[in-house]
Each structure stands twice: as structure tokens, then as C-alpha cells.
């Protein structure tokens, strides 16, 4: 018999949204995981599965019966022939990495943080940067779901094509996940190094820094020209850092909150702060080399509220400058920094906002300096209309206002997925408010 616990409330990582689910499970095995699906068909509840609960929207909120998978997370099988990966669904990502380094293996890319589970990371459409290369998804190379009448799927490129199509960004509308197989790569070591530019140098020549760095991303300061250039590359130099504590926490995080906290009644304040820290922490070249995971994944220290929307490549340049001009022409809409800027190889996921197009990630920030909300409404729409103007399609974990007809004109697959859905869920178990808006 599975146990079930009530009370229990959750709350996502960025504290923007929570829920207190009716019933919270946490199953070990399939057998469990199949009675908390029969309780909820017989009492006709639904079902949200979650993760680390990094997603800074709603996704994985519930008033029905919430499954924690914390304690399905083992390793299952190693290839080192086929350097492939098989794990349970619930493994964090930051309990993958030293099981890869044993058997001098690592996954090709990852996001900026490993707090998070094999199954909820592909779920979202998480992604990193890199041209090259694909979002995290784009990594699995089969998996297994339950579905909501008990049946488990084998999932892949050569058995259920179409389901496999779908599930590797599945919303946690599918069914639970229950395996992942993740396709490896041989163990290295990144360099990475961080120098000063401005925004219209970037954007002029976005193509050659593309082609000079395999994994490019830039920050870009807005109410300001200022730019922070990333490249990370592979290396075979020594581990080394350019950490400090005195600079990075004394001054990047707790002198940042506080000016940050003064700005809530100063706004002009902000336009400032900007400029000050970038000339304060960004002006000069930093290099730091470590594994591969060690460089990729950074610390969020702050709560806060993000967008990310992916457009096409293309329409990189037009969009930040529209963002910039927006910006200028509406001096009580105030922006904190960074924008930050990454870039993914298009893929066939149906519901991967990189579907068909390689494309540029547009991330916005608005952080809560010691828990306080800072008026963004004015930055967040104006945001969403640049995007929706060239194109762009939004991150599924972040907070973002589409419903069904946006979808319907965003994602040529969309119909598909949809009939997908209500094959495997025909009564809408796995579904919540934030996927009614999705899908209704």
C-alpha cells in the first residue's frame, strides 16, 4: 500500500506560486505509482507529478493528488559502448553528474541549474545555449511513461515514434515518466571566459561570435549600451576560478538587493545600479576552467520573475533593439539586469519551442529584492509583444500570458500533440489549471 501524506504544501523554488495538493505521494516503484493512478480513477482526482520545482510558473501546481518521484532516482544502467544513460525519472541532475564522472562521461549540455529531475528537465523544454546544440530534450534517446489507465509505454525513435515525438517536452500532461535514457558524450573539460562589449558590436557580428564559441551566450545591461560576452569552449587546461566571495556575494548579491530594495521607491535608481555594476563586475576578462558540469551550472541567488521566449535566429537583432528602444522611449519602465541572450539548435519535438528553427533565447528578469514583488507589468507586456511580433514562442516553465489560440498559431505540431494528449489522457487526469489554458 502506498502512503499517502495531507497538508503538505508546495511551493516552486522562486516562491512565486504554490498549492496545498488534497494528497502528496511519494512512490518507490511502478507498483505504487499504479495504485495513486487507481485511487485517483475511482475517485475521479486528478494528478500532478513534480520535480525539483524549479519551474518559476504554475505548471506543476495541483489541488488533487501531487506525486513527488524524489524516491524513484536511481542510476539503472550505464552503456559506456553506446556512452548512454538509463536513470528513474526522479533523479536530480546534481546526483547525475558524479555517477557520469565515474565512468568518464557527461552529458553534452546543460542548464544553469541541477537541482532539478531527469523527467520534469525535458518536461519544460529546459534549454542551455549553444547553436550546436539542441535543448536538453533533444538528449534522450528513449524513455518509458505510464499513462493514465496503468499502461507502460517504451518510448523512442523505433517503438511509439509518435508518442516519443511528444513526450520529450510532455508538460506533465502525458503520463508520469518513469525511465529516461539520456545519449552521453566522453567526459571534458570547459573554459570559459567572460569580456566586456556593447550591444550593437554583438548584434553586428552575432554570427561570427556563433562560429567562434560553442557555447555563446551574452548579458546584456539594459538603460545602457553594455554587453557581457560568455564563451565556453573545450579545454584541457587545469581546473581554475575566478571566484570570490568578496565580489561575488559581498557586492553582487547582497549590495545588489539592497540598492535593488531602494530602488522599489526610487525606480530611476535602476538605470544606475545597472551601469554601476557592470562597470563595477563585468568590465575586465575572466577565465575559469573546470568540468563541464561545474562551468554550466551557476547558483541562482536570487528570487525572482523571469520570461524566456525563444524566436527565430534571425530576428535576434530586431528584437533587442526594439526591447532597447522600448525601453528608451518609456523612461518609468524600468528593467533589472541582465537580459540574458543564448541560443538552441531547431529539433523535431513537437512542443519544443525550438521546433523547426534553430532559435534565440530572449530571458528577462525582474528580481525580488528579500521577498518584494517590483511593479513589472509595463516591461513584462511590452516584452511579450516584441515577441509575439517576431515570432517567438515562450519557455513552458516560465510565467507567460498565451493560451490555446497563441498555441495554435505558434506551433504547427500543435494539433497533433493535442490528439496525442486525449489518446493517452482521455479524461484529462494530468491536467491543471495552468494546461486548461494550453489546451482549452
Known amino acids: 500500500m502506498v502512503h499517502g501524506y495531507k497538508g503538505v504544501k508546495f511551493q516552486n523554488w522562486a516562491r512565486t506560486y504554490g498549492c496545498c495538493p488534497e494528497m502528496y505521494y511519494q512512490p518507490t516503484s511502478v507498483e505504487e505509482l499504479r495504485e495513486v493512478l487507481a485511487l485517483a480513477r475511482q475517485q475521479n482526482k486528478r494528478v500532478k507529478v513534480v520535480g525539483g520545482g524549479h519551474s518559476p510558473s504554475d505548471i506543476a501546481c495541483t489541488d488533487g493528488f501531487m506525486i513527488h518521484m524524489g524516491k524513484m532516482n536511481r ?33 553534452s549540455n546543460l542548464g544553469a541549474v541541477s537541482d532539478v529531475t531527469a523527467g520534469g528537465v525535458i518536461g519544460s523544454g529546459t534549454h542551455n545555449t549553444g547553436i550546436k546544440h539542441g535543448i536538453l530534450a533533444t538528449q534522450v534517446v528513449a524513455l518509458t511513461l505510464l499513462t493514465a489507465d496503468g499502461t507502460v509505454l517504451q518510448c523512442s525513435e523505433a517503438s511509439n515514434a509518435d508518442v516519443f515525438q511528444a513526450v520529450r517536452v510532455h508538460l506533465g500532461c502525458l503520463g508520469v515518466i518513469l525511465t529516461v535514457t539520456l545519449q552521453c558524450v566522453p567526459q571534458f573539460h570547459l573554459q570559459e571566459t ?42 584541457n587546461k587545469p581546473p581554475s576560478s575566478a571566484a570570490s566571495w568578496f565580489w561575488d556575494y559581498a557586492i553582487g548579491f547582497y549590495l545588489l538587493e539592497f540598492l535593488l530594495w531602494i530602488s522599489t521607491f526610487l525606480p530611476g535608481l535602476v538605470g544606475w545600479i545597472n551601469r554601476f555594476f557592470f562597470w563595477l563586475l563585468f568590465t575586465g576578462k575572466r577565465e575559469s576552467c573546470n568540468l563541464s558540469h561545474q562551468i554550466f551550472t551557476y547558483e541562482c541567488r536570487f528570487k525572482q520573475h523571469v520570461q524566456d521566449w525563444a524566436i527565430p535566429r534571425e530576428k535576434t537583432k530586431e528584437a533587442l533593439l ?3 528602444a522600448m525601453l528608451e522611449a518609456h523612461p518609468k519602465v524600468v528593467a533589472h539586469y541582465p537580459v540574458e541572450v543564448r541560443f538552441a539548435r531547431g529539433d523535431n519535438i513537437l512542443l519544443s519551442p525550438c521546433f523547426q528553427r534553430d532559435s534565440c533565447y530572449v530571458n528577462i528578469i525582474m528580481y525580488r529584492p528579500y521577498g518584494k514583488d517590483v511593479p513589472r507589468l509595463d516591461y513584462w507586456l511590452a516584452y511579450e509583444t516584441i515577441m509575439k511580433k517576431v515570432g517567438g514562442r515562450p519557455h513552458w516553465a516560465k510565467a507567460h500570458n498565451c493560451t490555446r489560440k497563441d498555441f495554435e498559431k505558434m506551433y504547427p505540431a500543435f494539433p497533433k500533440f493535442c490528439a496525442i494528449r ?19
Not at 76 to 101: F, M, R, S, W, Y
Not at 202 to 220: C, G, I, M, Q, T
Open 75 to 107: 542510476v539503472l544502467k550505464v552503456d559506456t559502448e553506446k556512452k548512454q544513460v538509463t536513470v528513474e525519472a526522479g533523479i536530480l541532475l546534481a546526483d547525475l553528474h558524479p555517477q557520469l564522472d565515474k565512468h568518464g562521461l557527461a552529458l
Open 194 to 235: 567572460s569580456f566586456p562589449s556593447t550591444l550593437r558590436e554583438v548584434l553586428d557580428n552575432l554570427d561570427s561570435h556563433l562560429k567562434k564559441s560553442e557555447y555563446f551566450r551574452f548579458l546584456w545591461f539594459p538603460h545602457s549600451e553594455n554587453v557581457s560576452v560568455i564563451y565556453q569552449d573545450h579545454t
Open 322 to 324: 526594439e526591447l532597447k
Open 422 to 440: 486525449e489518446k493517452l489522457d482521455p479524461t484529462g487526469m494530468f491536467l491543471n489549471a495552468y494546461l486548461e489554458k494550453v489546451f482549452y
